[in-house]
């Protein structure tokens, strides 16, 4: 496990970026430092506080910039989160205030055996009965009735990329979504990425292939959890015989003051809790929520906790052929912040808001329920005019998804508001991987200009 970075030493980098005019790249931050840093150091010290959501990015590779993230001021009762577009719970953003917090004004705090021993399957609700309702609502299908996997099956092309690429951006993966569209179909990692990166989005093919493949075999067991692990981790950890086994030794949490389970004896009884108590459970959101409040609290693996459980959380809506659970739209620093209350708080009221959002938004992805939600996208709406002129440009320069990448990058940083920018680059992909003959037309495209980029869209 590598050595745990000091508070002090995260300090001093946000100390630097406080004097700076934000968004700011690595070398103006260096100059900035009250001490010199190798490269490599600062770069591990962003990577730290970005993904404990200390900190905000934009950009990859040598473009990449750093900024603070924006701090709310309005009221808690009328505060809306910029990333969300929708009002955070009162409880969400009690948490949210918390978990951002110095570290030296947050408590210490180990494992809490409690936390898990006082759920109950069928009684205790993480979630409420309304919002259980509410969900299944929204991921209901054709394929229900249909054996386990169906509905999986028939989404897996766009799945694929959609989960393997939201849920390695949540990690602080930087490839673009038309990048890792790329990785995926043609096999062509992108240039300026860390090899870590690619594996990791490869990494997660693989355990979404398994969970579609042997649809009718997983479950909050054994078997599917640590070869879930094995698939996400691999290549990945220090010790390669890590991958599918439980942790013998201490794990640190970066940028929290969490301390998990450190008994190997305690991690297995707590472990098979989790997988008993799951399995137990009859409605199938509440059964993924847990999964993903369980799982990275207790971290019984040496990494990729975060992931397994993200990827565990589909189990039971891939056996119901409910719609998948995909991450799309969902802020790293929202998630990261949340998953900081469980560890640190014990409070799952900012996770499950957004365990919500994530799911209305995998929803819409799949047309699964379009003619519930309605509503226009009001993001969407206000930057519909961009949106055009940047789509237009792409397919009428012919340009493949490498070129597309970096126009739409080009385009986002534009935006003013620095807190849209990912989101626009995300929706400008997202339009761009889902055009198609019938309906081009929209962004004043001719069938010839359509037709040559199609030959191009490589």
Not at 37 to 53: D, E, F, K, P
Not at 115 to 138: C, H, I, M, Q, W
Not at 140 to 168: C, F, H
Not at 340 to 360: I, M, P, Q, T
């Amino acid at each position: 496990m590598p050595k745990k970075i000091a508070d002090s030493d995260l300090a001093d980098v946000l100390n630097a970026l406080a004097q700076l005019a934000q968004p700011a790249s690595l070398e103006e931050i260096a100059g900035k430092l009250s001490q010199p840093l190798a490269r490599r150091t600062l770069q591990r010290r962003l990577a730290t506080l970005l993904a404990s959501g200390r900190l905000a990015a934009q950009g990859s590779g040598a473009g990449t910039r750093y900024q603070l993230p924006q701090v709310a001021t309005r009221e808690p009762s009328a505060t809306v989160d910029s990333a969300f577009d929708r009002e955070l719970s009162p409880a969400a953003h009690e948490i949210r205030r918390l978990v951002r917090r110095p570290a030296s004004q947050r408590h210490p705090v180990g494992y809490d055996r409690s936390f898990l021993e006082s759920y109950r399957p069928n009684v205790t609700g993480y979630l409420p009965d309304s919002l259980r309702r509410k969900l299944a609502e929204l991921g209901r299908t054709p394929g229900e009735a249909q054996p386990a996997g169906t509905y999986l099956r028939k989404v897996m092309d766009r799945l694929l990329i959609d989960l393997s690429w939201n849920s390695s951006r949540l990690e602080g993966n930087t490839y673009s979504l038309l990048e890792t569209q790329r990785l995926l179909e043609l096999g062509e990692g992108a240039d300026g990425k860390a090899a870590k990166e690619t594996q990791m989005i490869l990494n997660h093919r693989a355990a979404i292939e398994l969970l579609a493949e042997q649809a009718a075999e997983i479950g909050f067991n054994r078997y599917t959890l640590c070869n879930l692990h094995a698939l996400l981790s691999d290549n990945l950890l220090p010790d390669p015989a890590g991958g599918g086994r439980l942790r013998t030794h201490a794990v640190a949490i970066a940028g929290s003051v969490f301390h998990p389970l450190e008994v190997p004896s305690a991690i297995e009884e707590c472990f098979d809790q989790i997988l008993l108590t799951a399995a137990a459970i009859e409605d199938a959101f509440e059964q993924a929520f847990f999964a993903m409040v369980h799982l990275p609290y207790l971290q019984p693996f040496e990494d990729v906790n975060k992931r397994v459980s993200r990827l565990a959380a589909n189990i039971p809506l891939v056996q119901r052929n409910l719609g998948p659970l995909s991450f799309v739209d969902v802020p790293q620093s929202d998630y990261m912040q949340a998953i900081l209350g469980v560890y640190e708080l014990r409070r799952v009221d900012y996770l499950r808001d957004v365990f919500e959002w994530a799911y209305e938004r995998s929803c819409v992805r799949y047309a699964a329920v379009r003619q519930s939600i309605g509503e226009p996208d009001p993001f969407r709406l206000r930057h519909r005019e961009r949106l055009g002129q940047v789509i237009a440009a792409v397919v009428a320069g012919g340009l493949d998804k490498k070129a597309a990448a970096a126009l739409v990058q080009r385009e986002a940083i534009q935006i003013p508001d620095v807190s849209q920018q990912q989101r626009f680059a995300i929706l400008a992909e997202t339009e761009l991987t889902s055009l198609h003959p019938g309906n081009f037309a929209r962004y004043r495209l001719s069938p010839a200009q359509f037709a040559a980029w199609q030959r191009q869209w490589r």
